[in-house]
């Protein structure tokens, strides 16, 4: 398995929901990260986990908190978000030495009415 | 600080033809990492190649190439035999210490494959 998946592809929610979004590799990589990306930008790094601990947190807003229950899985939960949060939500895991690059699942795409 | 620029927003070239994407950084450090990703309309980022900026020879993969001219501190993508399934954003991406082994990236070059 050389992949990551990430659940679910889509996501509507009101600014009062609580959601989850999901993400899983089964490559044995211990680093996994969360991104934001908006249209025709970069990703913006906002989590990063390192051997399921919170090593970067890009000062992200608390409405975001992020969970990593084992080394396979990593979760993105999210509430009270504003209608600017919309965006496509990337994972990414590495091996333990990142500089061989990362692998990124499909996102979620995401948007807040 | 390091930065990545790319300075073609967008570049259109036709299908079977080679089409090079420009990519320059700027750091203070001697050994780091550079690397192309692309994204296709399906929205995974997908890596394309990487360069260790110690190793003087150019990473190839299939039909992508780089030009790393270190002392320029420029990282071309060159892509052979173009084919549709090319289209994508190119981003250029760069890794070292200071960035604390976290990827910085450029502003991305939308390409478009034209049959």
Redesign the interface.
Known sequence: DTEVTQTPKHLVMGMTNKKSLKCEQHMGHRAMYWYKQKA????E?MF?YSYEKLS?NESVPSRFSPECPNSSLLNLHLHALQPEDSA?Y?C?SSMDS??????????T?LTVV | AQTVTQSQPEMSVQEAETVTLSCTYDTSESNY?L?W?KQPP??????VI?Q?AYKQQNATENRFSVNFQKAAKSFSLKISDSQLGDTA?Y?C?F?GVDS????I????T?LIIKP
């Open positions: 025709k930008k970069p990703p790094l990063v970067i496509l990337l990414a990142s500089n061989y690059g990362y692998t990124f699942g499909s996102g795409r | 990492y690397f990703y399906s929205r995974q980022m997908i890596l990487r260790e954003m981003f991406a890794m604390n082994y976290q990827l990236w450029g502003a991305g939308k």
